[in-house]
């Protein structure tokens, strides 16, 4: 049984810090394409952050250069370390995962086959 499993969020103010973790479960970990989800209410589902398979990143332009992605395949764990926090990274996050494309260029969540159940990250002004 597939299992993506978040954790790390919380209520932080602006300019602070987070790490958000996925733990999957239940797939070959490594196989698969990941990336990081956020909805704020009223507001669509956006991309945050990407990883292929090979370790390669992308970004959110919101997000460039304030928020990364990572991997450890060892420990079948997705991380998303989000720094210089502003009230508009306000949302839920979600880490997804999908395996239908060679090069993981997917960017809409449409794409995405496997979610986990989301954390909150609050960010005061």
Known sequence: QVQ????????????GSL????????????RYCMAWFRQAPGK???????IDRDGNTRYADSVKGRFTISKDNAKSTLYLQMNNLKPEDTAMYYCAAESFRADCSATSGHDYNYWGQGTQVTVSS
């Open 19 to 30: 790490r958000l973790s996925c733990a999957a479960s239940g797939f070959t970990y490594s």
């Open 4 to 15: 993506l499993v978040e954790s790390g969020g919380g209520s932080v103010q602006a300019g």
């Open 44 to 50: 669509e589902r956006e991309g945050v952050g990407f």
